[in-house]
């Protein structure tokens, strides 16, 4: 084969290596990381307190120290005051106060309310009540884990537990989601916007230009996403003017690191950056999960990426009057000159070495272009006024940034419940139904409550998912118990394990907690089934997307059908590889498991390639809305279905995410009831899918048939060169 023939041919398989290559390590991180990361929470060297004098609080904070795993790192207080300071300063993450201690520092504070005395027995009940102090704001699933760390303390003590807030998060952002969602908008703005204008406009990451840009950039984007945020959403309110600075920082830090990147890694640099910004940053910023219940490494991370300083300076600054903000504003603003300098150092070097062997051309050593902004090739035509270049550039992060934020944080950031289906079970039809009613009144819209008659009914409900719980009144004499299912959704367990138990403990009732379909130590938190979808469902958008820029021939569906279906299963098997043998996130199930997946693969891959025969890699915007920004809170799978606003309840059983998510959750804790209408809706969107790729294909090749057919040039080209027949059959 002649050098001229191997030339296009390496060429292609470079491409084609591409299109694959690319979307396989981007999924591998991202499902390798979140999963390693937050598949199994569990509490190491918590700081907890507890305020206190004598042995009893001697002894506490010794259980508390030697607990397998060392899950606490205890200190001992002796003041609850001091326990406050150090939970509003975030040195601690809570505090049990022991009751029948005196404390004269505390004493003399008359000025507190019952729920805040300085006095650690005020309850009033002869020494009876420990309290349980938190400050939720600094992570609402951190007070879940102080609380099932502290109360068993409390319980081997006799005493029971009053809970306690220094620092609550509001009533519209009950879960923390503002911070975190201002906080990855401000990473999608910086990286994103780099790595768009690093290919459609290489020039603006000259520094003399990246620069201002980059500023103008992140004022912009800072106010949209506080806009969002707060007036629009509502998670946050007040504190602007620093809430807009922060998030400026962070944008512009993360613009200018970005830009560096590209300068070491090219195109590709949206891998490390993405990795850095978002796959690490995530689990180490303390937002999510509490880093205290993360492996080692993400609390190193917590003091050094970008994103944990951006979440928890908003954190600091809008919920604990600013305290600890600068550390972390410190942190992004080491980023930025870092970014800066480096940047400014590698373009001076690769400037030195082009004037070293410069041959005229006027190529420029930063961005690779020549004088007229494409990388050494002469002008097409006249290119459009710079400003209208900007706003096309922008488009597209701009977008991105405000659906993301927009839907996510709309759909989770208030998770409460809204007619989330129970049950009350009582011996006879009359005292079930007016046990119903009685709570339907205290309990108002937030429950549909339904009365049962039989236990075995209620269990069987819940493991249809036909309810989320149920509460069977005692007998004379015993426990009432409390049904729920951890493995379909932990959530709406809680919700239900905590109103039906607030109801029991007025009622003066004891209490047994029934799990149906516990969650398994590998799968402590009940997420690792949206894990699995958000990989499968990025497997199959971003590899067309991809093919639409570079392989455009492979959407043809006589080649995209055997492509896709090998895609499909190589993914498929990928992630349940990394997600159960390699991570341990899930045991068994493997061939549901690498079925369910690669029909996810090819259905997502199938709806992409729809959209992008007319977008192209534009196609992205409208896929991960309706696949990612849509799908996930509507998954079931973050937050309980029954507790996202009514829009996204009603596209629970539209959308291909809660199908998947849906399907996996059967087949790992439920033994694959109720898999067929989760299928039946990934087979319609494939189904459907497949039908427009046919027909936008025949439309495609019928539309070029007619223009060859009036083309005479086209004619005579089709025309075979005389004897070349002959040629051929010898």
């Not at 049990?96 to 005020?122: A, E, I, R």
């Not at 300068?263 to 949206?270: E, N, W």
């Not at 190589?570 to 991570?583: E, F, H, Q, R, S």
């Not at 294909?697 to 019928?702: A, I, P, S, V």
Request: proline share 6%.
């Amino acid at each position: 084969m002649s050098e001229a023939g191997a030339t296009p041919r390496a060429a292609k398989a470079a491409r084609y290596g591409f299109v694959f290559a690319f979307p396989f390590v981007m999924v591998m991180l991202l499902v390798g990381i979140y999963v390693s990361a937050m598949h199994a929470p569990k509490p190491h060297e918590l700081p907890v307190a507890v305020v206190g004098s004598g042995a009893q609080a001697e002894r506490s904070v010794a259980a508390l120290d030697a607990a397998d795993g060392s899950p606490a790192d205890a200190r001992l207080l002796r003041s609850v005051d001091e326990a406050k300071r150090q939970l509003h300063d975030r040195e601690i993450a809570g505090a049990l106060v022991l009751p029948n201690n005196s404390d004269s520092s505390d004493s003399s504070d008359s000025s507190d309310s019952s729920d805040n005395s300085g006095n650690p027995d005020s309850d009033g009940n002869g020494g009876t009540t420990a309290q349980l102090w938190t400050a939720q704001a600094a992570g609402a699933s951190q007070t879940m884990t102080v609380s099932q760390l502290l109360t068993p303390v409390a319980a081997a003590s006799q005493l029971t537990v009053e809970a306690h807030d220094v620092a609550p998060l509001p009533q519209d952002d009950q879960s923390g989601m503002g911070v975190l969602y201002l906080s990855v908008g401000a990473m999608l703005a910086g990286y994103m916007a780099v790595t768009v204008a690093s290919s459609g406009m290489p020039r603006l990451l000259r520094l003399k230009k990246l620069v201002p840009v980059l500023a103008g950039w992140s004022a912009l984007m800072s106010v949209v996403i506080w806009t969002l945020a707060g007036p629009v959403i509502g998670a946050v309110s007040g504190h602007a003017p620093e809430v807009l600075g922060t998030a400026f920082l962070g944008i512009f830090a993360v613009g200018l690191t970005q830009a560096f990147l590209t300068r070491l890694f090219g195109p590709i640099a949206v891998i490390p950056g993405i990795t850095l910004f978002m796959f690490l940053g995530v689990p180490a910023s303390n937002l999510a999960l509490s880093i205290h219940t993360m492996p080692g490494f993400f609390g190193f991370l917590h003091h050094v990426l970008p994103l944990p300083a951006v979440g928890e300076a908003l954190r600091a600054i809008v919920y604990f009057d600013g305290d600890g903000a600068g550390v972390h504003l410190l942190t992004l603003g080491i980023w930025a000159l870092a970014a800066l300098l480096l940047t400014a150092g590698v373009d001076l070097l690769k400037r030195r070495k082009a004037e070293g062997r410069t041959d005229g051309t006027g190529t420029d050593a930063a961005t690779g272009e020549d004088a007229a902004g494409t990388p050494g090739a002469p002008a097409a035509r006249k290119a459009p006024h710079p400003a209208v270049q900007y706003v096309m550039l922008g488009a597209f992060p701009f977008l991105m940034v405000v659906l993301m934020v927009g839907l996510m944080l709309s759909g989770m950031h208030k998770p409460l419940p809204r007619d989330l289906p129970v049950a009350v079970v009582a011996d006879s039809a009359q005292a079930a139904e007016q046990t119903a009613q009685g709570l339907e009144k205290s309990l108002g819209s937030s429950f549909d409550i339904r009365p049962l008659t039989s236990a075995d009914e209620a269990k069987r409900q819940i493991r249809d998912r036909g309810i989320a719980g149920a509460y069977v009144l005692p007998a004379p004499g015993e426990k009432a118990q409390i049904l729920s299912a951890g493995g379909a959704g932990m959530s709406q367990q809680q919700v239900v394990q905590r109103t039906f138990g607030q109801i029991a403990a007025q009622q003066g009732v004891r209490t047994e907690n029934v799990d149906l379909a516990p969650l398994p130590a590998h799968d402590g938190m009940g997420t690792v089934t949206l894990y699995l979808a958000i990989g499968f469902t990025m497997s199959g958008f971003i590899v067309v997307t991809i093919m639409s820029a570079a392989a455009r021939e492979l959407l043809r569906v006589r080649r995209l059908l055997p492509v896709l279906a090998g895609w499909a299963v190589l993914m498929a098997t990928a992630v349940w590889l990394l997600a159960g043998p390699v991570i341990g996130a899930v045991h068994g199930h493997a061939w549901q498991i690498l079925g369910l997946g690669a029909l996810m693969v090819f259905t997502v891959s199938l709806v992409t390639a729809v959209f992008a025969r007319f977008l192209g890699p534009l196609a992205v915007i409208p896929v991960v809305t309706l696949m990612m920004f849509l799908g996930v809170p509507a998954s079931n799978g973050g937050v309980a279905l029954h507790m996202v606003p009514g829009f996204f309840q009603a596209l629970h059983g539209v959308l291909p995410l809660p199908a998947v998510v849906e399907a996996i959750r059967s087949v790992l804790y439920f033994g694959a009831d109720g898999i067929g209408g989760h299928l039946g809706t990934l087979a319609l969107w494939g189904g459907a899918a497949l039908v427009l790729n046919v027909a936008l294909d025949l439309f495609q090749h019928r539309r070029d048939r007619d223009k060859d057919l009036t083309d005479p040039a086209a004619l005579v080209a089709a025309e075979p060169a005389p004897g070349a027949n002959a040629e051929a059959l010898r």
